[in-house]
């Protein structure tokens, strides 16, 4: 049962082009939503992360958009760079106790070419 | 600091071996998981501990076994490998259990 569902799979974007990955989830305990960024060959790093309190959250050219209502979360990355490359993972989290535990999203492959 | 370190970085076994994966963390985390990365699945979790000790299960633990003995230190075993469990594995720590420090993975090939 995927809780939390991403997409696109994968994603072309142009230098200087938006970058947009979307998520959805169903499970409204969800209580912090994170995004993650992993270059191949290392692991996932934590990118940016929103709580339901706030509708946006930006981190320079990184934003992240929050729907409550629809459940649904996005990722933006304004002026992309090739550097940006990399896959990309969204994912919430369910805690209230020490058990919580994130659930990720299947990933985005995202491609900026020069 | 070294972050979270994992051993071995690449490992091929037959169809029966057992082996163990380690993962040892230098920043005294509380919080260490197991994850396994499969294309088109994401991130899904296998075991993971809340403190030196404990351990508990995730979404996918079957043919898997864990130890945590030490704060430090995260064991994965693998008791009979299937080639269902070729795939990246990574090891994550945390202070909380929100924000997690991932290793650089270990790619295992069951043949």
């Known amino acids: ?114 | 600091n070294a972050g979270v370190t994992q051993t071995p970085k690449f490992r091929v076994l037959k169809t029966g071996q057992s082996m163990t994966l380690l993962c040892a963390q230098d920043m005294n985390h509380e919080y260490m998981y197991w994850y396994r990365q499969d294309p088109g699945m994401g991130l899904r979790l296998i075991h993971y501990s809340v403190g030196e000790g404990t351990t508990a299960k995730g979404e996918v633990p079957d043919g898997y076994n864990v130890s945590r003995l030490k704060k430090q230190n995260f064991l994965l075993g693998l008791e009979s490998a299937a080639p269902s469990q070729t795939s990246v594995y990574f090891c994550a720590s945390g202070q909380t259990n929100e924000k997690l420090f991932f290793g650089s993975g270990t790619q295992l090939s069951v043949l």
């Open chain 1, 1 to 114: 049962q995927q809780q939390v569902k991403q997409s696109p799979q994968s994603l072309i974007v142009q230098k200087g082009g938006i970058s947009i990955i979307n998520c959805a989830y169903e499970n409204t305990a969800f209580d912090y939503f994170p995004w993650y960024q992993q270059f191949p060959g290392k692991g996932p790093a934590l990118l940016i992360a929103i709580r339901p309190d706030v509708s946006e959250k930006k981190e320079g050219r990184f934003t992240i958009s929050f729907n409550k209502s629809a459940k649904q979360f996005s990722l933006h990355i304004m002026d992309s760079q090739p550097g940006d490359s990399a896959t990309y993972f969204c994912a919430a989290f369910s805690g209230g106790t020490s058990y919580g535990k994130l659930t990720f999203g299947q990933g985005t492959i995202l491609t900026v070419h020069p």
